[in-house]
């Protein structure tokens, strides 16, 4: 069955600002509404391992909003990180940190993972995709022009891989694509449709 069909008379609400997530599920067809009830504070324990921060940050986003989900609504929360020699690059505090995270990246593979959790009525599931990301050697002028010109401080890792830089710096990938884009569509579509037939 089509996930739009086990979707009837349902909602996705997705508790997210990211316009890259938004036109994600857009251009899936699904319904769905954004709903914000405030920026959580991105923050884990210590001891965690990167591959478990993104569902971790997932589910505790999510804790503001299960109390309030009507029973027709399947609520979505996702998180990114990028993985670079074992360190966890979030989103930059500024121009010259997000200067010095693409510096980082450059001529260099690192990772992207994204974790996703989905709630309906008792149900709770999440998961996790992730994909290798390859940049070439990037001259200093082209990470300033870019983050100069694109201002990428909403992004884990400081860049889009949709805009300039990903045309002219990424060499290839592993992966999904759209998990580096924000939202890991295909698996997103599957775990729908495995959540939506569970008895």
């Known amino acids: 069955m ?17 316009p890259r997530r938004q036109q994600l599920l857009a251009e899936l067809g699904l319904p769905f ?18 591959e478990s921060i993104p569902e971790y940050l997932a589910m505790k ?3 503001f909003y299960t109390h309030s989900l009507a ?16 360190k966890v690059l979030g989103k930059p505090t500024d121009r010259d ?21 989905l709630y309906h009525g008792n149900r709770e599931h999440t998961f996790s995709a992730t994909t290798d990301v390859y940049f070439r050697n990037l001259a200093d002028e ?34 999904s694509y759209f998990n580096v884009m924000g939202l890991p569509v295909q698996k997103l579509y599957t775990e729908l449709i495995a959540l939506l037939s569970e008895k």
Do not use: M
């Open 71 to 86: 029973s027709h609504e399947i609520l979505l929360t996702s998180d990114t990180i990028v993985c670079c020699k074992g």
């Open 142 to 175: 082209e990470i300033t022009h870019y983050v100069d010109t694109y201002k990428p401080f909403d992004k884990a890792g400081a860049y889009g891989i949709q805009e300039w830089i990903g045309y002219i710096g990424i060499e290839r990938i592993d992966g």
């Open 2 to 18: 089509l996930l739009n069909q086990l979707l009837k008379g349902k909602t996705i609400v997705l508790a997210s600002q990211s």
């Open 97 to 117: 940190n997000a200067i010095a995270i693409l510096k980082e990246l450059s001529g260099c593979k690192h990772t992207v993972i994204t974790g996703v959790a």
């Open 61 to 63: 986003k999510a804790e």
């Open 33 to 50: 509404e954004v709903r914000i009830n405030g920026e959580v504070e991105e923050t884990y324990p210590a001891n965690l391992k990167p």
